[in-house]
């Protein structure tokens, strides 16, 4: 006959997976001083990522800065939660919406219980992509969570997308930091290592894309290059560089295609 589980193991095992979902769904839910209910006063929370240890008394501000904004935001389970015995087990993928689903990590956390409260996490973070030079320095320094790094991301893109300050051709990185909220160092960090542009090419990209709306709706005769002063390009030379590398045309050629569209349609 196979050995048997004791009993106290399995209640053990069902009394860690009940504390640690009704934990996980508090957390979903964004009700702070309800996951803080769960930890023992004597709680390490082991971030991986940042390579930092978290004691109770800054875990609420550590916490609230990670914490999703909308429920469900942004993660999806890898795995079911796992538990065995004191220990339990989560795994999920946290993606940038603000890079567009781009980007994502692979999250993983062992929680241990004691004393009916959770005593130990250990968190597990990675890109899953993972960038050329390691990230975990930089990040350590500049103190963001992969779920930090969501947020930022998140931010940038509503920012672009609701205050449009691409359309100003002085537009630099201290002020697009400043207006977000964020400090240079960590916009320069999360374009350049996580989303992979740089500043200006974050910003020409956001230019085009305006352009290419305004194109669109445009009628003949098309005037490109006053668009494309007006969509905040300061350079002619960089506009064409950036309209080619994203149509894989001259704007000419682009124009050309636009008119005989409209003609055909126009056409009975």
């Not at 109770?56 to 939660?81: C, F, G, V």
């Not at 740089?198 to 709306?213: C, E, G, I």
């Amino acid at each position: 006959m196979p050995d048997m589980i004791p009993d106290d193991d399995c209640r053990n095992t069902r009394a860690t997976r009940e504390l640690v979902l009704r934990h996980h769904l508090c957390w979903r839910h964004r009700d702070l001083d309800g996951v803080m209910g769960y930890y023992h006063p004597e709680i390490q929370y082991h971030d991986f990522f940042q390579n930092r240890v978290v004691g109770y008394a800054e875990l609420r501000e550590y916490l609230q800065a990670s914490m999703p904004r909308q429920a469900q935001e942004a993660i999806e389970h890898t795995d079911r939660i796992r538990a065995d015995d004191d220990t339990a087990f989560i795994q999920y993928r946290i993606t940038l919406r603000g890079g567009q689903g781009l980007v994502s990590f692979r999250t993983s956390e062992a929680i241990t219980v004691r004393d009916g409260l959770i005593w130990r996490v250990n968190e597990y973070a990675s890109l899953v992509h993972e960038p050329a030079q390691s990230m975990r320095p930089t990040v350590s320094r500049l103190g963001l969570s992969p779920q930090q790094l969501g947020h930022m991301a998140n931010d940038l893109q509503q920012y672009f997308e609701t205050r449009q300050p691409y359309l100003d051709p002085e537009l630099d990185l201290q002020r697009v930091a400043k207006e977000c909220g964020y400090s240079r160092n960590q916009i320069s960090y999360l374009l350049n290592q996580v989303l992979g542009q740089s500043f200006y090419r974050y910003v020409n990209q956001a230019r085009l894309q305006h352009l290419l709306a305004a194109l669109d709706g445009a009628t003949a005769p098309l005037k490109v290059d006053d668009l494309a002063f007006a969509a905040g390009f300061n350079s002619l030379s960089a506009f064409y560089s950036a309209f080619r590398q994203h149509t894989g045309q001259s704007p000419k050629a682009y124009v050309k295609q636009i008119s005989l569209r409209a003609r055909a349609q126009d056409s009975p």
